[in-house]
């Protein structure tokens, strides 16, 4: 398997403007979580999915920022509108389930000037 | 509620020397316990997990940890660092709503 995808690995982008980051979980991982790192704050959970139905959002900062999973095989985290204060690596995790073990992407880091 | 405390921010090793990482948890029933290790501009990968079987638990790359109730801990250790070992651990808590708690990392430096 390729473990779980993300895309892109990099984006630097201008304030203001709509970015969309791109996660494929790994096949038969029914659940799915989206976190920020920084240097500040850490890892932060934002939102996680269960069977494609987002369970809890209340770490997602702020109504800037949705997310979806149409499937289960890809999700979205969307900021719109940017600012700089969100850049960090946002990375996407997927699980059997609720109960097991979180396998990683490579993350995405993501620079808003 | 539960919560993860690693206890050292930094440590430093020479190369050929043990590892300790130090892990302590609370949490109001038998809790699961992980953890991961992240190495500098990478992803955050699974080294071991505790989930109320045996209380010693060995991982990828030498690593072990040892559950133990009574102290509330779940320490990591190897018995020689290499300087592959380089990178940031984070001890991880899952709560009763299945969510992971993180507690706020330890970098392993090895020093040659």
């Known amino acids: 398997d390729a473990g779980v995808i993300q895309s892109p690995r990099h984006e630097v982008t201008e304030m203001g403007q709509e970015v969309t980051l791109r996660c494929k979980p790994i096949?038969?991982?029914?659940?799915l979580f989206w976190y920020r790192q920084t240097m500040m704050r850490g890892l932060e959970l934002l939102i996680y999915f269960n069977n494609n139905v987002p369970i809890d959002d209340s770490g997602m900062p702020e109504d800037r920022f949705s997310a979806k999973m149409p499937n289960a095989s890809f999700s979205t985290l969307k900021i719109q509108p940017s600012e700089p204060r969100d850049s960090a690596v946002y990375f996407c995790?997927?699980?059997?389930?609720?109960?097991?073990?979180?396998?990683f992407g490579p993350g995405t880091r993501l620079t808003v000037l | 509620a539960q919560s993860v405390t690693q206890l050292d921010s930094h440590v430093s090793v020479s190369e050929g020397t043990p590892v300790l990482l130090r892990c302590n948890y609370s949490s109001s029933y038998s809790p699961s316990l992980f953890w991961y290790v992240q190495h500098p501009n990478k992803g955050l990968q699974l080294l071991l997990k505790?989930?109320?079987?045996a209380t010693l638990v060995k991982g990828i790359n030498g690593f072990e940890a040892e559950f133990k109730k009574s102290e509330t801990s779940f320490h990591l250790t190897k018995p020689s660092a290499h300087m592959s070992d380089a990178a940031e651990y984070f001890c991880v808590v899952r709560d009763s709503n299945y969510q992971l708690i993180w507690g706020a990392g330890t970098k392993l430096i090895i020093k040659p």
């Open positions: 505790y989930t109320s079987a």
């Open positions: 995790a997927s699980s059997l389930d609720l109960y097991n073990e979180q396998f």
């Open positions: 096949s038969g991982h029914n659940s």
